[in-house]
């Protein structure tokens, strides 16, 4: 004999095993790592963190959330930016990546302002130099920070890291 469905009792199975207010592809999107990144942060609001969040997970990423930057700030970082991407590109091209090229030629495009340059190693503890990552330091409240490599050259403009200045703070576990 066959069962027979019910289709309220499918309706209300189905109901139950999404959530209320979800789809299955919102309840299942971490699994397949298509979440949204609001998804696993803590409101906006001040409330109480999402439940699959380590306790205190904001309080230990706020050294790697930049600072804001000032109007003016801001605005001079951008025009420099606008400079220092192409010429890291051309350093780039020429396989010229190591720190001594990346601060000559930040320190020519940038000054006065403060100008840090660190070896990039490759991850995984290879030893081997990958390029230059370098943090610029514009005014009070904003930097360019990025990386140069053989294969690619970052730009961005941000505020300072409270605990690592203009230099990205290294990665965490």
């Known amino acids: 004999m066959v069962p027979t469905r019910n289709p309220a009792l499918?309706?209300?199975a189905v109901a139950l095993l999404t959530g209320c207010g979800q789809t299955a592809d919102d309840?299942?999107?971490n699994l397949n790592g298509t979440g949204s990144q609001a998804s696993t942060e803590a409101p906006a609001s001040g409330g109480a963190p999402h439940p699959d969040m380590p306790p205190n997970h904001a309080d230990n990423q706020r050294a790697r959330q930049p600072g804001e930057m000032s109007p003016g700030d801001e605005g001079r970082a951008r025009r420099l930016a606008a400079e220092v991407e192409p010429a890291l590109g051309e350093l780039s091209r020429h396989g010229?990546?190591?720190p001594a090229?990346?601060?000559t030629t930040l320190t020519r495009l940038?000054?006065?302002y403060r100008v840090t340059v660190d070896v990039l190693s490759r991850g995984s503890g290879a030893g081997q130099d990958a390029g230059s990552s370098y943090g610029v330091g514009?005014?009070?409240t904003a930097c360019i920070t990025g990386a140069v490599t053989e294969d690619r050259v970052?730009?961005?403009v941000d505020g300072p890291y409270p605990e690592t200045g203009c230099m990205?703070?290294?990665?965490?576990h």
């Open 10 to 12: 499918v309706a209300l």
């Open 138 to 140: 514009i005014g009070e």
């Open 27 to 29: 309840l299942f999107s």
């Open 101 to 103: 090229d990346v601060r």
């Open 168 to 172: 990205p703070p290294a990665p965490a």
């Open 96 to 98: 010229r990546t190591d």
């Open 110 to 112: 940038a000054a006065p």
């Open 154 to 156: 970052w730009v961005e």
